[in-house]
């Protein structure tokens, strides 16, 4: 399946990509890389991360509306919608709780899990999980590459038109909409800071 | 340098570690993992992410303490504060706008970003620009794994503590405190949701 790269290597391939070919996305494939993206790390494991894979034309074209019909929407393949559901996480969370934890450490995650949201609304415990969610989002993207399969994430769009579409709960937040498919473009070699602007060393 | 396996291989084998070897993380892995992070997408290629590397005993007293004294922060032979200076981000479009571009491409990217940040707080845009970081914490847990570090990311925190700790500006907001180092300790097994519970296919 996947192509040897490495995970730096995987990295400096991956470039957004707004042209794709008609080849629809492997099942197979997409199952490898949401269950790769869903090995993210989350605060107490609460893995708020969720996604809503899109093909059918009818929800790309209200997609596509919500994304200020950039190209790539309407040119992949398929979308997928990365979003997150603290609310649902939380309300689980003996789903989260390792099965190899004694009784004891078991009630002082769910004790830990009670203390961090009691006095958070519900907007902050959704705006809490989204982060987490780019975490998953970055997982996904090396992951879809290694694939072989070129994305375009897209972070601006109109939040309540893609929830809408794909029909979520209204607490939910949406991280990121992600265009996939095989590119027809080479893209733009990547263009970044040199290290020496973005770290300090102590 | 790297372990030859692949993005999902390196992300099955990352654990949330918490007790480390004494040795040192080496200027060239840590070189490479940063390097890698910053390969990360970000909305306009704005690149908000920023790094500070701590292995200085004294501040790293200071990040423990900020860290409600978690195990892994004195463990670990150097701490990573990843952060978001979204304020400095935008002030210095330029740096971010890419050099194939032609001037009436840039004056539009220009205009992008103005129009993004025109009605949003220093308080919301350094929200939007955190998001971002997390993008490229996912990248570096990935890097450094397969650089043959192990990593235990935090995200739970005195913030104001650990930006006094490592001399940040007052409107950056931290991500994550990431230790790193040698593992000294296997890790628990993965325990993450199965596909079906966060995956919809429309």
Redesign the interface.
Known sequence: M???????E???R?R?IRAYTAEPVSRAAL??I???A??????F?L?P????????AD?KTLLSDAAYRQRQVAAAPALIVVYTDTTDAIARVE??????LAEDRRESQRASVRR?FARKTEEERE?WG??????????L???A??QGYQTS?M??FDEEKIKSA?ALPAQVRV?ALVAIGRGAEEG??????P?D??????
Request: no cysteine; glycine share 8%; proline share 5%.
């Open positions: 996947g192509t040897g790269a490495s995970v730096r995987t990295a400096m991956r957004a199952e490898v949401l269950a790769t869903g090995l993210a790390p989350s605060a494991n893995q991360w969720r996604f809503v894979i899109v093909e059918r929800v789903e989260a709780i390792h099965p190899d961090e705006n989204l982060r987490q969610g780019y975490i998953a989002l970055g997982y993207l090396l992951a590459e290694e994430p972070l601006g794909v991280a733009r070699p990547h263009h970044r800071h290290l602007r973005i770290v300090k060393w102590l």
